[in-house]
């Protein structure tokens, strides 16, 4: 059913028009009428008709300026004239504009119900034609793709017959014929015997949510070999575990799907299509003499043992610049030892930002957590700059992160430690802990310990005794004042402690040192 716009700003030929043409019995499902080309323009936007019948002498805005407008916004729409004047310029400019006819007023109902009738009839050939061109697309589209099937089941269980047609194939799909490529099975199979037909439904839609993934992405090739399993034609990369990282990314969404993961089973590297027989042929060897594997994905063992080697260092590298947090030079070197392994291993890009993200992270909470203060956060901005950095780039930029962290550090460092010292003088004489006053700065003790010996090449409470002593000599030397009161004054409140730390740091007790210092 269609959708007719009436335009006329004569309100009784406008509703004459609406209410003579039995609408619904010749195929129009709405009608719709418009006062002035204005109100017709925001019909169309909202209502978007196929049809429309204007007049041509209209105050607001004249039907040829209302056609022209109408069809830069919809070309395709059927529009027929209404005029009380027959006149040849009209008719000439009508059929510039490509309106479907032209009537003169007064309307003959019959005409007008007999030609809304044909518009109907070439709107519903037209959607005829567009259904069976779609269909035709959708048939061909089908048919190459399981063409293709057929090459890549030939090329993996070695009998090509057509190396020609499949050489026109990968022109057309403009697919490099030494290109590396890798294999990759996946576990149900497809139309297996012993399978439920539940079973089939689920590796077909595991097979479909593949070429969405894979085909699409023009990743790759999504195919069956002769036993029915989900093959996965990789065209891989110089990094060596990149098809592990798009394999594993397959799994998530599966995971997400199914609630569980098939089995994938990785072949060796090769270069070009014609040996894929060998990458197919490694992988199925790892599935017959690994079918009690736990892990999903399984490999080969240089594979497996070269990201197991570099995890661990990894994770060590990670754990030493976490432990030092506080020291920027060391935290720095330990991270350029990490980006000089990924080059070692040739780790592809996507694990190397994974792990770059991660010690970001980490580095960053680790500061917050001992600082106390959130501070302005990058770290949405460093993951978005992440997304698609390659290896080198991905190092550069967690490197110049850090750097800025630190450097936002050194610049808050002096600033602390120098409130803490007028803090320790103010209260010389009073209770002094580290605790206390870590807590009066809003830092932890830990981080705010390792900034103060940074600064001032000592402890803290290293620090308040040499304080305590040095204010200790002074009252000594200037005053008469008893030993017990100068210690109550410099934070002691056991004289006898106060003389042993007195002697530790003088040499002396307190009162030889006030005897040596007035003879």
Same mark, same amino acid.
Request: glycine share 4%.
């Given at each position: ?7 006329? /700003?004569?309100? $009784? ?17 709405? %009608? ?47 529009? %027929? ?7 040849? !310029? ?43 061109? #779609? ?78 993934? %894979? ?11 002769? /036993? ?7 065209? #891989? ?32 590297? %090769? ?72 080059? #070692? ?24 957590? !001992? ?5 302005? #956060? ?17 190092? +550069?930029?967690?490197?110049?992160? $850090? ?26 004489? +009073? ?62 409140? /056991? ?25």
């Amino acid at each position: 059913m269609y959708k007719v716009l009436i335009v006329d /700003d004569e309100k $009784i030929i406008r509703m004459g028009i609406k209410n003579i043409i039995p609408w619904n019995a010749i195929g129009f499902q709405e %009608v719709f009428a418009a006062a002035s080309g204005n109100e017709a323009l925001r019909m169309i936007e909202e209502h978007k008709p196929d049809v429309m019948i204007t007049d041509i002498q209209m105050t607001e805005m004249t039907g040829l300026q209302l056609i022209e407008q109408v069809k830069a916004i919809k070309s395709d729409m059927r529009i %027929v004239v209404l005029t009380g004047y027959d006149s040849f !310029d009209y008719a000439r400019e009508c059929l510039r504009m490509q309106v479907v006819d032209f009537l003169l007023k007064p309307i003959d109902e019959d005409l007008l119900t007999q030609l809304m009738k044909d518009q109907v009839e070439y709107l519903d050939q037209k959607n005829q034609e567009i259904k069976l061109a #779609s269909r035709m697309q959708r048939t061909q589209g089908a048919s190459a793709q399981m063409q293709l099937e057929e090459y890549m089941r030939d090329l993996v269980h070695n009998r090509l017959a057509d190396p020609a047609g499949f050489q026109n194939l990968l022109m057309e799909n403009r697919y490099a014929e030494d290109q590396k490529m890798q294999i990759v099975i996946l576990v149900p199979t497809l139309y297996a015997d012993n399978k439920d037909i539940s079973e089939n439904f689920r590796a077909m839609s595991i097979k479909n949510i593949c070429i969405g993934m %894979v085909d699409a992405r023009e990743e790759g090739i999504t195919f069956m070999d002769d /036993d029915g399993k989900i093959i996965l034609a990789y065209f #891989s990369g110089e990094q060596a575990d990149e098809t592990v990282e798009r394999v594993e990314q397959l799994n998530h969404i599966l995971k997400d799907e199914f609630n569980s993961m098939p089995k994938a089973v990785i072949g060796s590297s %090769v270069d070009g299509f014609k040996n894929l027989y060998v990458s197919y042929n490694d992988a199925k060897y790892l599935l017959e003499h690994e079918k009690e594997n736990i892990h999903e994905i399984i490999q080969s063992y240089n594979a497996q043992s070269r990201v197991s080697m570099f995890q661990q260092i990894y994770m060590e590298l990670k754990n030493v610049m976490t432990a030092n947090v506080g020291n920027s030079d060391y935290v720095l070197k330990a991270f350029q030892t990490f980006c000089k392994a990924t080059e #070692s291993y040739n780790l592809s890009s996507a694990y190397v930002r994974r792990c770059c993200f991660e010690i970001a992270s980490v580095l960053y909470f680790s500061y917050i957590s !001992d600082s106390g203060e959130a501070t302005d #956060s990058k770290i949405n901005a460093l993951l978005q700059s992440l997304l698609h950095a390659q290896r080198e780039e991905a190092c +550069e930029i967690t490197r110049n992160y $850090i750097v800025q962290l630190f450097s936002k550090e050194e610049l808050n460092i002096h600033e602390i430690v120098s409130k803490a010292k007028k803090y320790i003088d103010q209260y010389l004489g +009073e209770e002094l802990s580290v605790a206390n006053i870590a807590a009066g700065l809003y830092i932890t003790p830990n981080y705010f310990s390792r900034l103060f010996k940074k600064v001032c090449g000592e402890g803290c409470n290293e620090y308040i005794v040499r304080k305590r002593i040095e204010k200790a000599k002074f009252l000594l030397e200037t005053s008469n004042m008893k030993t017990g009161k100068i210690a109550m004054l410099v934070g002691y409140r /056991d004289t006898n402690y106060f003389s042993l730390a007195f002697k530790k740091h003088a040499g002396v007790s307190p009162t030889k040192y006030r005897e040596n210092v007035r003879e």
